[in-house]
Each structure stands twice: as C-alpha cells, then as structure tokens.
C-alpha cells in the first residue's frame, strides 16, 4: 500500500508544481485530510465498499465545493480507483515532497524544563546556518530528560541529556564489572 500512496502523492505533487499551485493543492490536501479524519460519518461514504465510485466522485464534488480543480480531479480518481483509504499515506507522502522542496526541516527540541523562546529560537538559527534549510521548530518539555538537550533534526537526533549521559555510564560500569 505503500507504494501505491507514494505514486499518487508525487503525481499529485508534480501536477501541482507544473500548474503553479503547490501551496494550494498542499492547503487543500491538509484540509480535506483534517476534515475526513474528524468526520466518521464521510470516511463511512468514502471507504466503504458499498458505495460505488460514481457516488463517491459526486460526494467530492459536494464536499470539495470550490476547490483546486486538479486536486478535484484528483479526488475524484482516488474514488474512481476506489483509493479514497489511503489518502492519509498520500497525505504524508505529499507532505514529506511538500517540505523538501521549501527546504523546510522539522527540529524538535526537548528540555527538562521549559526553555525561554530566544535559546530556542537560537537554536534553530543556528540549524538553518548549518543545513541552509528554513526550520520548523517545535520545543517540548521532559522531566525524564534531567538536564541538558534532545534535538531532533529530520530524522538525526543528537542526544546531549543527562539521561543519555548517566545510561552510557551505567553501561561502561556493567561492562567493566
């Protein structure tokens, strides 16, 4: 299923950029995901196999009233093809493209305690110098830390806690004993 979310993710996202309309399409994408996953009665409609796909292409055309008409489109073959379940695959997918060419990172920072907005805004200063990628940062607190840092940039972490610090001890002694 995988596979089947990545070639209509950069499908969609190749549409999109040749048409100019990538932010667009993304916005639409994220909406309409948001709006489906909050709302079971419409993943009853869209998922189920008991509707066939030409109800399912006119369900979008109501709900998408306006919308982006190659996103439209696009809906409407996802239902045709009876795809509409792995919309959510194709969300991160288009989302991972999406980022990649903005140059957008995501930095997750993680504290023991709460960290001011400054050094936090430093650090992601400091990361966007380094990759030359814009930062999307997210700061969060975790007691179990102790003390010191967690960044997370895109998928590296660079662990600096004093958690880290006294695990690595432990096994150095269970090692040396």
Do not use: C
């Amino acid at each position: 299923m995988e596979e089947i979310a990545e070639v209509y993710a950069r499908s969609l996202f190749e549409v999109a950029q040749d048409q100019g309309q990538l932010d667009e399409i993304h916005e639409q994408l994220d909406e309409f995901a948001d709006v489906l996953s909050e709302n079971r009665e419409l993943q009853v409609f869209f998922f189920s196999p008991y509707f066939s796909s030409g109800e399912k292409q006119d369900g979008v055309a109501k709900v998408i009233d306006g919308g982006n008409e190659y996103f439209v489109r696009f809906l409407e073959l996802l239902a045709e093809k009876h795809r509409l379940p792995v919309l959510f695959r194709i969300r991160r997918e288009f989302d991972a493209l999406w980022a990649k060419e903005q140059k957008l990172l995501e930095v997750s920072v993680t504290s023991a305690v709460d960290l001011d907005e400054e050094t936090v805004k430093g650090i992601g200063k400091k990361i966007e110098e380094q990759t030359g990628h814009r930062v999307e940062l997210a700061a969060h607190v975790d007691p179990d830390v102790i003390g010191g840092l967690v960044i997370r940039v895109g998928n590296m972490v660079l662990d600096a806690s004093v958690r880290n610090r006294l695990e690595r001890l432990r096994r150095q002694v269970a090692r040396a004993a």
